[in-house]
Nanobody, 122 residues
């Protein structure tokens, strides 16, 4: 089973950028990697996913965030631009055997990283 480790979080000013990484060990992402985030007291929200050759984004990040994977499919990246204070959360990557219609649902993913904190100061 894959183990996932996120990195790249930190403190940034509003309007700034960060790039998160998610490294897989034990196996590749295979066909799917997803990114989610969870703010204190809130549910875990879908951010982005890459399945096959198709990418998916949550409405709140469209046009600002970009998901990518390396050719070996062992590292995924989440490039985050024009960050806003409401982007503050713990960010998680995940993988699993998820059908296309379910890529936005956190319950569909079986393997998760430990999360990395992103804080955007106003």
């Amino acid at each position: 089973q894959a183990q996932l480790v996120e990195s790249g979080g930190g403190l940034v000013q509003a309007g700034g950028s960060l790039r998160l990484s998610c490294a897989a060990s034990g196996r590749t992402f295979a066909n799917l990697v997803g990114w989610f985030r969870q703010a204190p007291g809130k549910e875990r929200d879908f951010i982005a996913a890459s399945k096959g050759g198709t990418t998916y984004y949550g409405d709140s990040v469209k046009g600002r965030f970009t998901i990518s994977r390396d050719r070996a499919r062992v590292t995924s990246y989440l490039q985050m631009n024009n960050l806003k204070p409401e982007d503050t959360a713990v960010y998680y990557c995940a993988t699993g055997n998820v059908i296309t219609s379910q890529v936005t649902r956190s319950e569909s993913y079986t393997t998760w990283g430990q999360g990395t904190q992103v804080t955007v100061a106003s």
